[in-house]
């Protein structure tokens, strides 16, 4: 390593973020890069540890240790710290296909794996990245990776999300020739339609479709496979089939009033602002001058919340079920897990900086919509505690604790119960349990198709996902050159 002592000499910097009451006028990203100079001493702050964990990329108790893909973490922080930023980016590019996607919007479970996290500031291992292949495309680096030859056999992917664009390049690179099927219009799936353009503009995700395309891998869109004649003509055209279809049935709250108007999942709220952008360069208005409530405490809540603030939201208001986390790290949550602790995401930084408080509301259940003329206007709610039955810490409402809440849009993002269920029928393949797809070795219980990422785990992060497309594309491979 360069700088044994770089993670006592220098303090870790990040990228700059334009403040919020400025950046809620747009929705463009807002984080600005450190110079080259800046960014390589936080290279530097990587301590040579004997035992690194930010790449161990496995699940403890739960939770995350390291990054899920396995980077080289540790030998492309020196590397830019010694201003080697072409050797940085193929080191990168050994394990992640999509750094641009990762650098954005994963959570970083690696830095809370980081050493220099057990007692100070861990490496800004995100940032790090994100600038390394920012570089690399500003540079020419990246090109696209097509395959020496072709080995005469056809695969088509559904779906056209993280898993399934990680799944289609190793397979392509492999010397398949891939058809990726989107039912949308545009390719990217939850990179396109699940994720703000604050999180993630899409020309990003056009460079790397465009990337794609130019290796050899052909995007059909606006094709829905909703059909078992539709599913058998591709079983006849290709060697084999893969589905990343993602985790996209919403879990519903199917209490009284849910079907008054104004009630909606959260992606479809993300997914039309992203297409009324994508389409007049101008945000949906569903949330302006209302009282909006969010039901949910995950990262699509935040980002509900933001999009809400972007289009101009009379009050925001966010439910969610749990007592609100230590401010550091718990007993049961030691380090190299990921860190559970008390975060104030960039949403609601901005909902606090427009309307002047927090818009958390903890520990609290939903009991019924209230409305008028079919339009919701309200909830009530009452509040929870935890107390320990048999055994377990379970949630218990608090009696008498009822109240009303004014509400003219509620957004429903408490996360997915797993594939669709005409995808069963449709594709003729059995389910687990969880209702994700059954897989063995990412096989299902047809022997030619095989699926992979939320459709398999059910709802995960998109590094999982990638991950996940890139296993499958091996397995996939093993199986057809048997």
């Known amino acids: 390593m360069g700088n044994v002592r770089g993670f006592l000499d220098f303090k870790r910097v990040d990228f700059k973020k334009v403040a919020p009451k400025e950046r809620i006028l747009n929705f463009k990203e807002f984080t600005k890069a450190l110079d080259k100079k800046e960014q390589e001493i936080q290279g530097g702050r990587c301590m040579d540890c004997g035992v690194a964990f930010c790449h161990t990329g496995v699940l403890a108790e739960g939770k995350e240790v390291g990054c899920p893909l396995k980077n080289l973490i540790p030998e492309w922080n020196d590397l830019i710290y010694k201003s080697l930023w072409k050797e940085a980016y193929k080191r990168l590019d050994l394990t992640n296909p999509f750094p641009e996607f990762t650098g954005r919007v994963c959570p970083a479970p690696c830095e809370d794996s980081c050493v220099c996290a057990i007692n100070g500031e861990s490496v800004s291992i995100k940032n790090n990245e994100l600038a390394i292949i920012e570089n690399a495309f500003k540079e020419g680096f990246v ?78 869109v606006k094709q829905n496979i909703d059909s078992k004649d539709k599913v058998n003509k591709l079983l006849k055209e290709f060697d084999a089939l893969i589905l990343c279809t993602g985790a996209s049935e919403p879990i519903d709250l199917k209490i009284e009033g849910r079907e008054l108007k104004g009630i909606e999942f959260a992606m ?79 949403g609601l930084e901005e909902a606090i900086a427009v309307y002047g408080k927090d818009p958390r509301e903890y520990q609290k259940l ?60 449709n594709f ?49 491979h093993k199986s057809l050159a048997q």
């Open 143 to 220: 090109k696209p990776n097509c395959p020496q030859k072709y080995n005469g056999k056809k695969i088509a992917i559904i779906g056209s999300g993280p898993a399934g664009l990680s799944c289609a390049t190793t397979l392509n690179a492999l010397g398949y020739k891939i058809s990726v099927y989107e039912r949308s219009d545009r390719a990217g799936g939850l990179l396109m339609y699940g994720i703000p353009d604050m999180k993630l503009e899409k020309h990003i995700v056009d460079r790397r479709i465009e990337l794609l395309k130019k290796s050899g891998i052909e995007f059909k």
């Open 268 to 346: 479809d709220f993300l997914s039309k602002n992203t297409q009324s952008l994508l389409e007049t360069s101008k945000p949906a208005t569903s949330a302006k001058d209302k009282d909006v409530l969010v039901i949910g405490s995950g990262d699509t809540s935040v980002d509900c919340i933001a999009v809400a603030v972007r289009q101009g939201a009379k009050s925001i208001t966010r439910f969610e079920r749990s007592p609100k986390r230590s401010l550091t790290r718990k007993a049961d949550n030691p380090w190299p897990l990921k860190a559970d602790v008390f975060k104030t995401d960039y």
């Open 366 to 425: 939903t009991q019924k919509f209230l409305g008028k003329n079919g339009v919701v206007q309200g909830v009530i709610a009452s509040d929870l505690k935890r107390e320990i039955k048999n055994g377990k810490m379970i949630n218990c409402e608090i009696p008498n604790s009822q109240k009303s809440y004014k509400a003219d849009l509620v957004l429903l993002a408490m996360g997915f119960s797993g594939t669709e269920k005409k995808i069963k029928e």
């Open 428 to 476: 003729n393949i059995k389910l687990d349990e969880k209702n994700n797809i059954f897989t063995q070795n990412f096989q299902t219980s047809h022997k030619k198709i095989f699926a992979c990422g939320d459709a398999r785990t059910g709802q995960s992060l998109v590094v999982w996902a990638v991950k996940d497309g890139l296993d499958c594309a091996f397995a996939v």
